[in-house]
């Protein structure tokens, strides 16, 4: 299963990935991407310039205005990528992995969906 920068939208990230692990068979793969901040400040700095202003601005031009000013906003919500991590790992995923992309504006998410256990233990 693939989730392309939706996470940042979702209330209850436990939740979800309790549900897509709940869907996926043991052994199913599950890849996440979402936006990130760069750590180097440079580049984080240009990033802030990008994301924060120039698409809100443009895609507002284009589109609805809101939509594109809550984008920047969004990134908020998501935990620090250790606790995303975990999620993962504590909804049943097993070789949860990390990966920042493009820089570190981005970040993909992978795990493996582990087998089913009993109620109480991950996966239910």
Not at 15 to 26: D, F, S, Y
Request: some cysteine; proline content about 8%.
């Amino acid at each position: 299963m693939t989730c392309g920068f939706a996470l940042r939208n979702f209330v209850s990230l436990k939740g979800v990935l309790a549900e897509t692990a709940r869907i996926l068979k043991p052994g199913g793969r599950v890849a996440l991407v979402d936006v990130d901040r760069p750590a180097w400040a440079p580049i984080r700095a240009a990033h802030s310039l990008y994301f924060d202003r120039i698409v809100p601005f443009v895609g507002g031009l284009v589109s609805d205005k809101k939509a594109y000013a809550y984008l920047p906003q969004s990134t908020a919500y998501l935990p620090p990528p250790d606790e995303l991590k975990e999620m993962l790992s504590g909804a049943g995923f097993l070789e949860v992995e990390r990966e920042t992309v493009f820089f570190g504006s981005a970040q993909m998410l992978t795990g493996v969906c582990g087998p089913l256990t009993p109620v109480g233990g991950g996966r239910e």
